[in-house]
């Protein structure tokens, strides 16, 4: 988590809000992805997504049911959906976000019943340095 946190520190110089994504394969750090919504004009460009398509290049498949996702922000629906879809067994996460959370705060896309595939949730990891650099970016905005 403490890589992510530092992946996520590259958003400050393009104004986008601070959240880091890893993708890790065999004990290594696959792919790396940081939000790029401000700097892409791209309201897909979440970190997540980022990370999501390195490590499926880097691997030469879209299914990564032998990879962790580590965010240092709770997914939302659309990062936990292409989570899911890319088969990811594990998501580690920092701070859980109670406004747009999709791995068990608001929603649960990662569990859902009706899907084919679901994702083992681990959260709070350094949830209070993960939260704090989201509320800092915030506080510097207003």
Do not use: Y
């Amino acid at each position: 988590m403490r890589t992510a946190l530092e992946v996520a520190a590259g958003a400050a110089s393009t104004d986008d809000v601070p959240i880091g994504a890893l993708v890790i394969h065999d004990g290594e750090v696959l792919a790396t992805g940081v939000n790029r919504r401000e700097a892409d004009d791209d309201p897909t460009a979440h970190a997540e997504v980022q990370a999501l398509q390195q490590a499926a290049r880097r691997l030469g498949r879209w299914r990564l049911d032998d990879c962790t996702l580590v965010v240092t922000l709770e997914p939302c629906a659309m990062c936990a959906g292409a989570s899911v879809l890319a088969r990811i067994p594990r998501i580690v996460l920092g701070a859980w976000d109670p406004k747009a959370g999709a791995c068990g705060s608001v929603m649960d896309v990662v569990r859902h019943p009706a899907l084919n595939h679901w994702t083992e949730v681990h959260g709070g990891v350094l949830e209070e340095e993960c939260g704090e650099a989201i509320r800092e970016f915030f506080r510097a905005q207003r």
